[in-house]
C-alpha cells in the first residue's frame, strides 16, 4: 500500500513535459536502494556453462556481486530476499535491438525482466543526457542502456546523413561527447565513409555495429571490423542471392528464400571475424505475419500488453506500411529459422533483438519473450536461447565498451542483474515472462513493486487518452 500510496502522490508529474521532473518523479517510483542485499536458498544459473547450482546465496553490494556460496556470511544491514530453496536465479535479459528512449518503456523493459538495452536509433539528446546517467546508477527504474547512433549516406530512411569520410571521422568524435556508446551505420553509406567510421571508431573506442552496407556487403564490413549486424535478415540483403532480391523494399513477389547452400559460407565468414549477429527472428516473424494484412495488425491493437505502449506509438502502429505490400515472406521466415539454427550449431555468438517497439506488434520487454520463444521453436536449446539473452550480449558489450561493467553472468565481479523465476528456465523458458523479483543497476524490485511499475505506465497511458 505504501508504494501505491508514493506512486499516486507522484502521478500529476507524469503529465510534465520535461525530463528533468520525469527524472525526479521516477526516483521516488524506483524500488528502496539498500546498498547490501543477499539472496539467499537460491538455484542458481550462472550461465557460464550449462549447469544449475543449487541452495546458494548471493551477496550484492552497490550494484555488484561480491560472493556467491552455500556459506556466505551475511551483514546485518542486508536486506534478505528467500529464495527458499525452490525458486531459480537466473542473470536479467538482453534486448539487443530496441528503439526506445522513454521512462515509461524502460520500466515495462524492468517489469519483464530485461535489465539491458541497446537502444539501435533514435535515442534522443535529451534521454541521453538527463535520464540514461540516472537510470544507468540506479536512481531511475529502468534496465542498464546503452545506445549507437545512427548515421547513413542518404535521406532514404530518415537516419542521420554522412556524406564524406571527413564527416564521419567528425561524427564519431560527436557521438562519443553525446554519451553513444556505438555507431550505427545504415543501408546506403557510401564505401569511403564505411572505412571512415571503421578506421575513427578505432581510434577512438566506438565500435561500428548494424545494418548490411548495400554498396559494401557484410561479408567486406566484418572483414573491415565491424562487430554487429543488427538483422539476421541483413543476411538476405547483401549476402544471400535469390531471384527477387532486387524487390526486397519493393511490392513483387516475396516468396523465394536463398539456397541453404549460401549459409556455411555466411557462417564461416561470420566466425573468422569473431562477430555477433543479432538473432531477432521474431521481428521478420512479426513483418511477415502483418505483410498484406491491416486485420492482423488490427489483432495486436487489441493484445493485452498493448497497455503498456505509448498512445503515439499505437497511432503509429496503426498507420505502418506493412500491411500495404503485396507478396508473401512465409519461405524467408522457414529460411531465417534455418539459418538462425546453423549459426547456432556453428557456435556463432548470438544476442537476441526484437526492435521494439518500432514494429507493429512488438511491445518493449514483451517482445523479447516472444523471440525467445521463436528462437527454442527454431531448434535451438533453452541453453542457447538464454545465453543468447544473457552471457553473449554481456560478452559483446565487454569487447567493445570500454570500462562497461562486466554482466550476462552469474559471478563476483559483476554487474548484479538478476530474475527470480518459480521453475528452472532451462526446462521452462516462459518462467521468465513473470519474474517474482528482478535486480537491476542496483535495485531490488519485488513481483509487486514489478507490477506496480506496469499499472503506473498503464494508468498514464489511459490518462493521456481521456485528456
Ligand atoms: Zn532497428
Redesign the pocket.
Known amino acids: 500500500m505504501k508504494l501505491l500510496a508514493l506512486i499516486a502522490a507522484a502521478l500529476p508529474f507524469l503529465c510534465s513535459s520535461t525530463f528533468a521532473h520525469a527524472a525526479q518523479q521516477q526516483s521516488t517510483a524506483a524500488a528502496t536502494t539498500i546498498a547490501t542485499t543477499a539472496l539467499v536458498s537460491v538455484n542458481l544459473l550462472p550461465m557460464d556453462t550449462d549447469r544449475i547450482v543449487r541452495n546458494q546465496t548471493v551477496l550484492v553490494e552497490n550494484g555488484k556481486i561480491v560472493a556467491i556460496g552455500s556459506a556466505v556470511p551475511i551483514p546485518k544491514n542486508a536486506r534478505i530476499v528467500n529464495g527458499h530453496g525452490s525458486t531459480f536465479l537466473s542473470p536479467g535479459l538482453a534486448d539487443m535491438?530496441v528503439?526506445s528512449d522513454t521512462t515509461g518503456d524502460m520500466q515495462v523493459y524492468l517489469a519483464n525482466g530485461v535489465t539491458t538495452v541497446l537502444n539501435?536509433?533514435g535515442a534522443s539528446s535529451g534521454f541521453m543526457d538527463q535520464v540514461r546517467p540516472d537510470m544507468n546508477r540506479g536512481k531511475i527504474a529502468g534496465p542498464h542502456f546503452f545506445a549507437g547512433f545512427v548515421v547513413d549516406g542518404s535521406p532514404q530512411y530518415g537516419q542521420f546523413v554522412v556524406a564524406t569520410p571527413e564527416q564521419a571521422r567528425a561524427m564519431v568524435g560527436l557521438a562519443k561527447t553525446n554519451g553513444y556508446d556505438f555507431i550505427k551505420v545504415y543501408n546506403n553509406l557510401s564505401p569511403a565513409s564505411f572505412q571512415a567510421f571503421i578506421e575513427e571508431g578505432r581510434k577512438q573506442h566506438m565500435a561500428v555495429i548494424g545494418h548490411g552496407v548495400t554498396r559494401v556487403g557484410l561479408e567486406r564490413q566484418l572483414d573491415a571490423g565491424q562487430i554487429l549486424v543488427?538483422h539476421a535478415e541483413e543476411f538476405l540483403y547483401t549476402t544471400f542471392s535469390h531471384p527477387d532480391k532486387e524487390n526486397a523494399g519493393g511490392s513483387g513477389q516475396m516468396n523465394s528464400a536463398p539456397d541453404p547452400d549460401e549459409i556455411p559460407p555466411a557462417i564461416a565468414f561470420i566466425k573468422r571475424n569473431k562477430a555477433f549477429v543479432t538473432a531477432d527472428l521474431i521481428t521478420y516473424a512479426t513483418i511477415a505475419s502483418q505483410w498484406g494484412k491491416p486485420e492482423v495488425v488490427e489483432r495486436y491493437m487489441h493484445m493485452p500488453e498493448i497497455r503498456y505502449l505509448s498512445p503515439d506509438r499505437r497511432i503509429r502502429w496503426g498507420s505502418d506500411g506493412y500491411t500495404k505490400r503485396q507478396g508473401d515472406l512465409s519461405a524467408r521466415v522457414e529460411f531465417l529459422k534455418r539459418f538462425i539454427k546453423e549459426m547456432a550449431q556453428a557456435d556463432v555468438p548470438l544476442v537476441t533483438g526484437t526492435?521494439a517497439p518500432?514494429i507493429p506488434g512488438l511491445v518493449p520487454g514483451f517482445s523479447l519473450h516472444d523471440d525467445l520463444r521463436a528462437l527454442e521453436a527454431a531448434g535451438l536449446s533453452r541453453y542457447q536461447v538464454l545465453s543468447a539473452a544473457t552471457r553473449t550480449p554481456g560478452e559483446m558489450i565487454h569487447r567493445s565498451v570500454p570500462g562497461a561493467e562486466p554482466f550476462g553472468t552469474i559471478k563476483v565481479g559483476n554487474r548484479a542483474d538478476f530474475i527470480l523465476s518459480a521453475k528452472n528456465p532451462l526446462d521452462d523458458l516462459s518462467t521468465l515472462r513473470t519474474p517474482l523479483g528482478v535486480m537491476a543497476n542496483g535495485n531490488w524490485y519485488a513481483e509487486p513493486e514489478l507490477h506496480a511499475l506496469l499499472d503506473q505506465v498503464a494508468d498514464k497511458y489511459d490518462n493521456a487518452f481521456k485528456h
Do not use: E, I, R, Y
Open positions: 535491438h528503439h539501435m536509433g543488427a526492435d518500432t
